[in-house]
C-alpha cells in the first residue's frame, strides 16, 4: 500500500548506498577515524563555513539529542524546550535517564518565543531562591519543528542572542534539516544556522541516509574525550565507515540539499492535491510534513488506501494526521494519492 | 529580629528534644534496628490505622521525595505533579537526577484537578504511539501543597479511585501534613489518608523535629531490599535513633497533633492581624503559611522589622511574600508583629 | 596496506549488502515492526530452537551490554564478571552509567571459574551485612572471551546450574558467538547456549554485518516496555529495516554459520604460517583472533608492513599483538602476510 | 547487654547535646547558613589552617563520600580505591548510583600502595586504547581505614605527590579521623592532611555527633552551585543548625580531638584487657577498631555477654570479630568486658 506515513519508510538515497557498495571491502579504521568519515567531516565544515567546528556522526537522532544534551549541560542544569519538542514528548525521557530536566516554555505552532524566553531566563537568574532551582543551562529548538514550522532568521537571531547574552548554548535539533533550508518560505542557510547556534545536527536518517547524523559544534568544541562520551552511552560504532560514507555522499555535489528540495516540491504537489480535495490543513507548513484534519470516519476509510500517521485526537470525532513526502517521493505515488482521496 | 520566615526556623519542640536528651547514653543498635525506632513505627501504624504498613525514617523531604519516588517508578515511567508541586520546582531537579520525568498538570491553586488528571492517563493510555513516551507511573500531591491550600476527602478520593483504575500509586507529600489534618477546614483524617494514599511521608522537620520524616507505605509493601537503596541513596542513618526517638515522641499523647493545632491556632491570629491592618492575601489558605501581596517599598520597609519569605514577583512592583506559623509560634510574637505591621 | 587489525576493518558480507541493495525501495514500517526484521526474529527462533524467545535487534555491542544489563538488574543489583571482560575493561564505563556495579571475579584467560562463582554467591547470600552491599543480580561471561578463548559445555553447564540455583540470569557477550561455535574445539552450539545461558547477543558487527547486534531473551521474556527503554538509551533505529534485513541475509542458508567457518579456516592458516615463521604465541586461542608475542623492535619494523592491534605490554620490552581473521579474510591475504613476517 | 559493636551506639557527647538544647529556641536562618553554621566553618578552617577552604556539613558517611565524588569527578571518569575501601563495599554502590566506577587497587591491610598506584595511573594515561577506558579521575583513602589501619605521613606524601603529577585530586574519608590523629602511632596532623589531601572529610557521626560529617575542600573550591548539588542528592537540611551547631561544639576547646584521644585511650585499656586473656589479633591496629579472631563456638558464648560485629569468617570455624571503643566508652565498661572474657 502506498505510503506517507514518514520520511523514513524507504532506504537509502541510491547515490549514497551506491558508495557504500563501492567501499564495501576497502579495509578502513574503526571508530571513526577512516578516511571517509574524516572527509565528510571536513566537507561539512566547509559548507558551513565553519573551519573550527568539531563534527562527530552518531547513528540516530534521540540518540544524538541525549548525548549531545548529556555532555553539554553542567550537572545542576536542564535544557529549555518548547512544550511540543521532541526531547519533551516522544524521546522516552532519554534526556530524563541522562539526569537532567527538561524545562518547558509554551509553543506557538512547535516553536518558542524569543520573549518568553528572555522572561524566563531573567526570572530565573534574578531570583533568590534559585538555588533550590535547576538552572536553564541550554536551549533546544527544532528547525524544522516538529509540526513542520520554520524559524525566521529574525526570531533565530533573536534567541541566539538571549542565549549568548545569558551565555547558554543554542543547540538546534535537525532531524529534518534539509526540509527546513530548502523550503520555499526559509530565510535561514546551513551557515546561518552553524553560525547563530553553537551546536546542531544535520540529520541524515530521515534526508536520504539509512541512518546517521552529524553533529556539528560550531560555536565552540566538543567536550573533552568526547569519543568516550559516546562510547560510554553505547554510541561508539566499531564500523564508524557506516555512517561517515554515507555523509561523505550526502555532501558531495549537493545531494543533501537537492533530494531535500525534492521532498519540498513533492510536498508543494501534495498540498495541491490535499487543498483541490477540499482537505482542511491543521495549520499551515512550508517543509515536507503536512498536517491535515479528518473525520474519524473519513480517517478509517482512507486508512484503507494510503498510509499516514495519526498524529493527535481532535473534539467531535475529529483527528489530526499527518502526511509526509520525502526525497523518495515521486510524482506517481502523488497522481495515485490523489486518486484514491 | 522576630521572624516569620519559615516554620524551620528553630529546633525541635521540648518534649521531642528532651527524649534525645534521656536517651542519649543508652547503647542502641544501629541503621534503624533500635528499639525506639521500631517503637515508632508501632505508634504510626496504628494512628494510620494500618497494621501492616511499612514504616521508614528519613532525613529530610527532598529526600524522601526522591526515594519514594525513584525506587517506586518503574525504569520507563515519570511521575504526574502539579506544575508548582515542590518536586517540579524548589527541589533542584531531584527526581530527574534519579532518571525519571516529572510530567505536570496545570495548578490550580497548587492542586491537580481530578478530571485532568483522568484526561491526561485515559490520553496516556489510549495513544497509540505511547511507546516513545514515558509512562505516567505515579501521582504526586502535597498536603497542605505549597501553597497551604489543601483537598478536601471528595478530591482526595477521586484522584485515588482514578490512580487505583489506571493502577498507578498514589503519592502525598506531607512536609507539613499535621497543618493540613489539624486545619479547620480539613475533613481528612490521617487514617484518610492512609487509606487513599499508596505511600505518604509525614513531615517531622517542620513539625516539630530537629530533621525527620515518617515514609509510610499504607497501600502496599516499601520495594524489596528497600534499607539497600536507602543507602544507595546516602540516607542510611547509623545513628538511625536520631529519627526514630523524635517520632517516638511525636506519636505519643498525640504530641504531633496538638502542636499541628497550635500552629493554626496561632495562624488564625496571624490573619486577624493582617486583615486588620488591612493587608491583602494573595489566595486564601486554612493552614500555618499565609500569602500576602505587598508593594515593593512596603516590602522592603517592612523587612527591616520582621523577616518573613519573599514568594514571587507581581506585575506593578508588588510582590507575593510568606508569612508561616509553627508549633514554636507564641501570642507575643504575633502581638509583637501586630505593631510592627 | 595489509590488515589483521580486527574482524570490522571491511564492510558487510556482500550477501547482507544485496539484501540492503534489493530491498531499498521498498516502503516499509519504522521502529523494528517491518516484515524483514519480523522475519529475522523468526529466523533466529528457530535456529535456536527456542519458539518463544523474545529477539531485539540493536545497533553495537556495548550499547547491547548496556541495555540488556540495565533493563534486567534490580536498582540494588551489579553485574558479575570476569576482570578481563569486555564490560569491565572497554566500554567506558557504559554499565556504571546506568547506575550499576561491575563486581569482577578473578580471570583464567578470560574465563570465569564456576567454582570461584559459587563461592563468591554463597558468601555474598550468606553474609548478614549485605544489606550495605550490592547483590549480584547478574553474571556476564563473553563467548569467545576477550582472549579468544572458549567455555566448554560443561563449564557452562556449571556456570548455568549455579545462576539457576541462585535465581540470577546468565547473560552471554556474543560479540563474536559464530566465531567460537564454530571454531574446531567448540562443543557448544547456538541450542545448547540459547538453553543454558538466558540472555544472549548474536554479533553481527564483527561477523559479516554493517551494524547490528541480535539480542535474545531465551529463558524469559524481555523486560515490559522493551521498545520504550531502548528508545530510551537513544538505540531505537527508525529504520529497523537496517539491523533487520541484514539478520535475516544473516541466517538465511546458513550464512552467519558458514562466514564464521571461514573465518576459522583463515585463522587456522594464520596460525600455520605465524608457527612455521617461529613466532611465539601469548595463549592458544580456537578462534579468529590470535595473540602473538613480539619484541617492540620487531614489533615497529612489523607494523610498517601490516596492520595488527597492539593488545598490552610485557616486561623486557616485548608486548602482546592480536591478529584477527573475519569473514573477509582471504588466503591471498594469508599468503601475502606470510611473504612479510 | 554491654556493647562494643561499634563506636556509634550512643547518642552525642554531652557537651555537644548541649549545645544543640542551649539554641533550641533561637529563631536561625535555614539550609546552612545560620551564624553556628557559619562560625563552625571557621574554626574547622582555623584548626585546618586553611583559611580559603569551603567546608560543607552533611549527614552521613556514604552521603558525603558520595556527593564528594560525584560532585568531583567528570564525566567518564572513576574513582580509585583500595579493593577494601568503604565505597566499594559496604555502600551499597553509592558511588556507582551516580554513574561512575570505583577503580579497585590492592589492599595491604587497608591501603594503597603509592607505587602500585603510580604505575596503575601511568599505565592508563600511556594506554593508546585508553579512549575506550574510564580515566582515573579521584583517589579515595580512608583514615583509619576499615581495618583501623594509618597511612604514615611518608606515605601519604607519596600519594598525594603523585596524585598531583597527574592532576587528580586525592579524597580521604575521615569517617574516624579523630581516632587516627590522635593515635599513638599516627605522625598525621589535622593541618597535614589538609596540605596533602585535596578534599577530605572529618567525621562526626562516630566521633561524637548525632550525625554529621564536615567535608573540606582545602586544595581547591567546591565545585560551582555546590549547595543545588545537595539539594539534587536529597541532602541539603532546612534545619543546617543541626549539623553546624554540633559541628561549631565539637571544634570549641578542641573537644573533637579530646574525646578521640579518650577513645584511643580506651582501646589501649581494651587492647591490654583482650591480651592478657590471650586472645589472637587479627592484625594490629593503633586505632579505636581492634580485630580479634574466635573460635565459633567461643563467638556465639561471647556473643551472649556482650555486643560486637561479625566482620568475616575464617576457614576452619574461626571468624575475624570487630571490638569498638569511642568518646564514650568508659573504664567500667572494659573492667566489666575484662570479666566477661
Known sequence: MLSFASDYVEGAHPEVLARLVETNMEQLTGYGTDVYTLRAKEKIRKVCESPDADVYFLTGGTQTNQIAIATLLEACEGVV????????????????????????????????????????????????????????????ISYPTEYGTLYTKNELEDISRICREYKIPLYMDGARLGYGIMSDGADLSLCDIARLCDVFYIGGTKVGALCGEALVFSGSKAPKRFVTMIKRHGALLAKGRLNGIQFDALFTDDLYFRISRHAIDMAKELVRVLEEKGYEFFLESPTNQQFVILDNAKMRELSEKVEFSFWEALPKDRSVVRFATSWATDKESIDELSRVL
Chains 1, 2, 3, 4 share one sequence.
Not at 100 to 124: R, Y
Open 81 to 140: 524546550a518548547a512544550e511540543t519538542g521532541h526531547i519533551n514528548t516522544h524521546e522516552a525521557g532519554a534526556i530524563e535517564y541522562t539526569g537532567h530536566k527538561v524545562i518547558s516554555l509554551p509553543t506557538h505552532l512547535g516553536k518558542i518565543d524569543a520573549k518568553e524566553l528572555e522572561a524566563f531566563l531573567s526570572g530565573f537568574f534574578f531570583d533568590s531562591n534559585n538555588e533550590h532551582m535547576i538552572a536553564p543551562g541550554m536551549v533546544y
